[in-house]
T-cell receptor
Framework: AQSVTQLGSHVSVSEGALVLLRCNYSSSVPPYLFWYVQYPNQGLQLLLKYTSAATLVKGINGFEAEFKKSETSFHLTKPSAHMSDAAEYFCAVSGSSGYALNFGKGTSLLVTP | ETGVTQTPRHLVMGMTNKKSLKCEQHLGHNAMYWYKQSAKKPLELMFVYNFKEQTENNSVPSRFSPECPNSSHLFLHLHTLQPEDSALYLC?????????????????FGEGSRLTVL
């Protein structure tokens, strides 16, 4: 079965610092991988996705992620954090049914002034 | 209206009530989903509908009853719920290309219906 593990349920960074949110996946087939963001009282919004094209994927709001098969990782990064980046971030992998996604537990990002 | 819309946004109900959550997608997709989001737990897939046919039911209790009358609308009927069913219920849609994987793979989510069971 396809699954993801997000390391760290809470991450705190200073404004302007590097953001690194970790995600490792397990998949018996070539995975499709995703990062979603959820702001308070809202649904999930797609940040970026990997679907077997370029291993370095650029998304919205300055985020990017790199697919590393050897490490089974898909970590999310942003060079400089903004206050507006404070939110819950979810890593997801396409599930065994093909089109449903399996989500990690989420990482809450706090950005301090 | 664009995207995926869910109503109501907030719902409070007693354990003996019957209520329904509604989801409508305006993206021309052919697959729709219900997910449950509880505090401190991963998003749980509840139901998947593809071309209006239910293709997945993740061992969801029968007090949750989905209905998909067409590819644009999805309902979740609620009956005799328990307090532990209080959660954010998220609807999503995608375009299934017929090979078992959504085009681009991504799901498009609504803003959710916050359910409180007293």
């Amino acid at each position: 079965a396809q699954s993801v593990t997000q390391l760290g349920s809470h991450v705190s960074v200073s404004e302007g610092a590097l953001v690194l949110l970790r995600c490792n996946y397990s998949s018996s087939v070539p995975p499709y991988l995703f990062w979603y963001v959820q702001y308070p009282n809202q649904g999930l919004q797609l940040l970026l996705k990997y679907t077997s094209a370029a291993t370095l994927v650029k998304g919205i709001n300055g985020f990017e992620a790199e697919f590393k098969k050897s490490e089974t990782s898909f970590h999310l990064t942003k060079p400089s954090a903004h206050m507006s980046d404070a939110a819950e971030y979810f890593c997801a992998v396409s599930g065994s049914s093909g089109y449903a996604l399996n989500f990690g537990k989420g990482t809450s990002l706090l950005v301090t002034p | 209206e664009t995207g995926v819309t869910q109503t109501p946004r907030h719902l409070v109900m007693g354990m003996t009530n019957k209520k329904s959550l509604k989801c409508e997608q305006h993206l021309g997709h052919n697959a729709m989903y219900w997910y449950k989001q509880s505090a401190k737990k991963p998003l749980e897939l509840m139901f998947v509908y593809n071309f209006k046919e239910q293709t997945e039911n993740n061992s969801v209790p029968s007090r949750f009853s989905p209905e998909c009358p067409n590819s644009s609308h999805l309902f979740l009927h609620l009956h005799t719920l328990q307090p532990e069913d209080s959660a954010l219920y998220l609807c999503a849609s995608s375009q299934d290309r017929g090979s078992g994987r959504a085009i681009g793979g991504e799901l498009f989510f609504g803003e959710g219906s916050r359910l409180t069971v007293l």
